[in-house]
């Protein structure tokens, strides 16, 4: 069974409206942690945000803001005024509390922000 | 300065050759992994190490073999490259634990003929 789920292979959003990409998870754990990761056509992978299950609160860093409905085991990305520059790939990914040594990635979700 | 460093960016290589990609971290962080990226832009664990002690080794043939000088280095040897090594191989590093973040490298580019 699949871990990580990002059932938006893509999405297109235009620029300065607000997108959500999807992400569900599937643990036993009540210890994890998520996290979210944007991969620019550059190639490199860059942190964007991370949620603790035991947060109580969503996590927010600037623009990025993380959905976290922990019994529908969902971990949602919201991107508030998109940029041209948010154009990329977003990978959604889990660390379990039990075996904190990988990150379980989901598939991906391929964003376009349009003019 | 940069805080997870791979070299080299690009590796082109023939089929049956070896050949090794370095890792560097001065985070300062006791974890380092190897990750490989394949064309459909999948990312999959393949070794952790912990203090220079592996701790995973994630069904990896043994054509790869990874290795730890120091806790700030990772390298990964591959030997008798094949077609199907092809891919992005990304080094990450990070603290121990559920809520720590794992930083990547800028990734190598790995094609074999």
């Known amino acids: 069974a699949q871990k990580i789920t990002q059932t938006q292979p893509g999405m297109f959003v235009q620029e300065k409206e607000a997108v959500t990409l999807d992400c569900t998870y599937d643990?036993?754990?009540?210890?994890?942690?998520l996290f979210w990761y944007k991969q620019p056509s550059s190639g490199e992978m860059i942190f964007l945000i991370y949620?603790?299950?035991?947060?109580?609160q969503n996590a927010t860093e600037g623009r990025y803001s993380l959905n976290f409905q922990k019994a529908r085991k969902s971990a949602n990305l919201v991107i508030s005024a998109s940029q041209l520059g948010d154009s990329a790939m977003y990978f959604c990914?889990?660390?379990?509390?039990?075996?904190?040594?990988?990150?379980?990635f989901g598939t991906g979700t391929r964003l376009q922000v349009f003019p | 300065d940069t805080a997870v460093s791979q070299t080299p960016k690009y590796l082109v290589t023939q089929m049956g050759n070896d050949k090794s990609i370095k890792c560097e971290q001065n985070?300062?962080?006791?974890?380092m992994y190897w990750y490989k990226q394949d064309s459909k832009k999948f990312l999959k664990i393949m070794f952790s190490?912990?203090?220079?002690?592996?701790?995973i080794n994630e069904t990896v043939p043994n054509r790869f073999s990874p290795k730890s000088p120091d806790k700030a280095h990772l390298n990964l040897h591959i030997n008798s490259l094949e077609l199907g090594d092809s891919a992005v191989y990304f080094c990450?590093?990070?603290?121990?634990?559920?809520?720590?973040?794992?930083?990547f490298g800028p990734g190598t580019r790995l094609l074999v003929l």
């Open positions: 990450a590093s990070s603290r121990e634990g559920v809520s720590e973040t794992q930083y």
């Open positions: 643990t036993s754990d009540q210890s994890y942690g």
């Open positions: 949620q603790g299950s035991y947060d109580e």
């Open positions: 990914a889990m660390r379990e509390g039990y075996n904190t040594d990988k990150l379980i």
């Open positions: 985070l300062g962080h006791d974890t």
């Open positions: 190490y912990n203090n220079k002690e592996l701790i």
